[in-house]
């Protein structure tokens, strides 16, 4: 157990709907992470938040964005949703800034139908 | 850019077998290396890293990987292979302290 937290573990949902992926980080973290698996693009990159403020982005779609909240945890939001956005969701976290270790979640699943 | 290589997405062994999952990093800076590895339906799970020192680093589970910059590699080695060690292994390159960069993983399976 990393100490990273993600709900929902599933996510079914239609083309066209929107979602909202949250992760807590580990006790202490001050940085969260987002990445996206899906079998055609691998693990991507999404967007970093320390303490409150985006840092680095990725290949983050227009339609996707992300917050942390004063309590640290994350919300990854995910609207106008389409099939190719089928994919695990993981969340990581690590202590400071810079810094070099990333703790994962187990990710959510989300399958868009 | 900064990437990563893993050559060969299977690799199969025997138990008790040597272990050798294959990384090349590409960064023009001094990089942070890691190997993560993923069990099915799981998140995951730091293995072992390098940034800076000594080159041979341990990591858990009996694994080890070897810094060299000369052949800008990174290959991840156990001396025997155990059924638990099936799983996919992925090579991950940090240039930045603000992202990881994955290879595309190779996955082990490992026969009795």
């Known amino acids: 157990d990393s100490g990273v937290t993600q709900t929902p573990k599933h996510l079914i949902t239609a083309t066209g709907q929107r979602v909202t992926l949250r992760c807590s980080p580990r006790?202490?973290?001050?940085?969260v992470y987002w990445y996206q698996q899906s079998l055609d693009q691998g693990l991507q990159f999404l967007i970093h938040?320390?303490?409150?403020?985006?840092?680095a982005k990725g290949n983050i779609l227009e339609r996707f964005s992300a917050q942390q909240f004063p309590d640290l945890h994350s919300e990854l939001n995910l609207s106008s949703l389409e099939l190719g956005d089928s994919a695990l969701y993981f969340c990581?976290?690590?202590?400071?800034?810079?810094?070099?270790?990333?703790?994962f979640g187990p990710g959510t699943r989300l399958t868009v139908l | 850019a900064q990437s990563v290589t893993q050559l060969g997405s299977h690799v199969s062994v025997s138990e008790g077998a040597l272990v050798l999952l294959r990384c090349n990093y590409s960064?023009?800076?001094?990089?942070?290396l890691f190997w993560y590895v993923q069990y099915p339906n799981q998140g995951l799970q730091l293995l072992l890293k390098?940034?800076?020192?000594?080159?041979l680093v341990k990591g858990i589970n009996g694994f080890e990987a070897e810094f060299k910059k000369s052949e800008t590699s990174f290959h991840l080695t156990k001396p025997s292979a155990h059924m638990s060690d099936a799983a996919e292994y992925f090579c991950a390159v940090s240039p930045l302290p603000d992202k990881l960069i994955f290879g595309t993983g190779t996955r082990l399976q490992v026969f009795p």
């Open positions: 390098y940034t800076t020192g000594a080159t």
């Open positions: 938040y320390y303490n409150g403020e985006e840092r």
């Open positions: 960064s023009s800076v001094p990089p942070y």
């Open positions: 006790s202490g973290d001050l940085s």
């Open positions: 990581a976290s690590s202590a400071s800034f810079p810094a070099d270790t990333q703790y």
